[in-house]
């Protein structure tokens, strides 16, 4: 397997997982009762939290509803669609 391969699916993987965690950050935002500290809901704010904090800084809620996860995966999918999309850069690479 050549090495564009290689950084295409893991680059590929990466993204899609990032683009889940933040989907079911959306979904748990929906349960402010979830401890996020507590396993397995740790397991999704762990790798989320550091991204979400930047944004929140910049778009506040809007009428109580937290939208840093929706910029994310806008943001997350974007990025997948260009670096390993059909026509992406590291699909054009290899």
């Not at 500290?37 to 979400?52: D, R």
Request: charged share 10%; proline share 9%.
């Amino acid at each position: 397997m050549a090495t564009t391969q290689v950084l295409n699916l893991g680059v590929g993987l990466l993204l899609g997982l990032m683009t889940l965690l933040f989907i079911f950050r959306i979904v748990l935002s929906w349960y402010p009762q979830a401890n996020l500290s507590k396993l397995p809901f740790a397991l999704i704010a762990w790798p989320t939290e550091p991204l979400l904090v930047p944004v929140r800084k910049l778009v506040p809620p809007i009428g109580g509803v937290d939208i840093a996860p929706v910029i994310w995966v806008g943001i997350v999918t974007l990025l997948r669609e260009i670096l390993v999309g059909q026509q992406g850069l590291l699909r054009m690479l290899g």
